[in-house]
């Protein structure tokens, strides 16, 4: 069964920094790997979507790696701002079927 | 284009009610997933529905069912609600289904309430 960790559970950062977000899979028979943000109450923004035979991918500020063999996603922001303040997560897709299976997030305050 | 749209935006029912939310996908898409968000739980998957036909499920009571209907757009009914029904329900819609399908675009969700 697919488990996904996301580390750390919660950061809080001053404004301009830049930081790594990580999510881990326990079963490497991806697809692909999506990243999302979440505002409170609100739905899923997708930010980026990697698939299983890229490395990684770049959206402005964002730029997510993946590494399938080890299991593990990383999503780094660039000179963050307070607008960044969210819950991020993460989600896997398997090779059969099209369920995501989601990280718990992390949720981030960018505090000016 | 007009994102995944999901009715009502809030809703509250007592115990022992049924429930009906709607998912209207991206034009163009075929494949709609629903998933139930908890605080305790996390996002799960709920099931999945293609050209009106389900094709996943996840680990849920048969109180929870869907539909799909020939415009892709879905439903999803909730029957004999109990409290921990009470979750924000996310649909998303995929161009296609299975390997073929790509990125998953998500609805702003129904903040469903059982009191």
């Known amino acids: 069964k697919q488990e996904v960790t996301q580390i750390p559970a919660a950061l809080s950062v001053p404004e301009g920094e830049n930081l790594v977000l990580n999510c881990s899979f326990t079963?490497?028979?991806?697809?692909?790997l999506q990243w999302f943000r979440q505002d409170p109450g609100k739905g899923l923004t997708s930010l980026l979507l990697?698939?299983?035979?890229?490395r990684e991918q770049t959206s402005g500020r964002l730029n997510a790696s993946l590494d399938k063999s080890s299991g593990r996603s990383t999503l780094y922001i660039a000179a963050s701002q307070p607008g960044d303040s969210a819950t991020y997560l993460c989600a896997v897709k398997k090779t059969s079927g099209s369920r995501l299976t989601f990280g718990e997030g992390t949720q981030l305050t960018v505090n000016p | 284009k007009a994102g995944v749209t999901q009715t009502p935006r809030y809703l509250i029912k007592t115990r022992g009610q049924q429930v009906t939310l709607s998912c209207s996908p991206i034009s163009g898409h075929r494949s709609v997933s629903w998933y139930q968000q908890t605080p305790g739980q996390g996002l799960q998957f709920l099931f999945e529905?293609?050209?009106?036909?389900?094709?996943n499920k996840g680990n849920f009571p048969g109180r929870f069912s869907g539909r799909q209907f020939s415009n892709s757009r879905s439903e999803m009914n909730v029957s004999t609600l109990e409290l921990g029904d009470s979750a924000l329900y996310l649909c998303?819609?995929?161009?296609?289904?299975?390997?073929?399908?790509?990125?998953?675009?998500f609805g702003q969700g129904t903040r469903l309430t059982v009191v």
């Open positions: 990697i698939q299983s035979s890229q």
């Open positions: 529905y293609f050209s009106e036909t389900q094709r």
């Open positions: 079963d490497s028979a991806i697809y692909n």
């Open positions: 998303a819609s995929r161009v296609g289904q299975g390997l073929s399908d790509t990125e998953a675009f």
